[in-house]
């Protein structure tokens, strides 16, 4: 079983930058896509972005193109969210995920196992 561990949130302001880590243990992630996922308050879960096992397909929602990047180290076997310009209505708790795949997809119910999220908060 795969744990991730998020880390890297914190408060900004707004039109700041934030870099969140997700790091993978008891099994390498090499091989699987992995997924950024958020929940605002008082809103439902919901997608980020999404990147293959290569690193070769990413995809994002329309609300953070532009302004977030997903990456990935297999060697450090940990994902990134690189947050750029960021808005108040990017606070939320935010959520790594994997499949036990290396297709990535936008579908929540296709991650197999997450990690307990770290709090992003945007002041204006």
């Known amino acids: 079983q795969v744990q991730l561990v998020e880390s890297g949130g914190g408060l900004v302001q707004a039109g700041g930058s934030l870099r969140l880590s997700c790091a993978a243990s008891r099994r390498t992630i090499s091989s699987a896509a992995m997924g950024w996922f958020r929940r605002a308050p008082g809103k439902e879960r919901e997608f980020v972005a999404t990147i293959s096992g290569s690193g070769g397909t990413t995809y994002y929602a329309d609300s953070v193109k532009g302004r977030f990047t997903i990456s990935r180290d297999n060697a450090k076997n940990t994902v990134y969210l690189q947050m750029n310009s960021l808005k108040p209505e990017d606070t939320a708790v935010y959520y790594c995920?994997?499949?036990?795949?290396?297709?990535?997809?936008?579908?929540?119910?296709?991650?197999?196992?997450w990690g307990q999220g770290t709090q992003v908060t945007v002041s204006s």
């Open positions: 995920a994997g499949r036990t795949i290396t297709i990535a997809t936008k579908q929540m119910s296709e991650y197999g196992y």
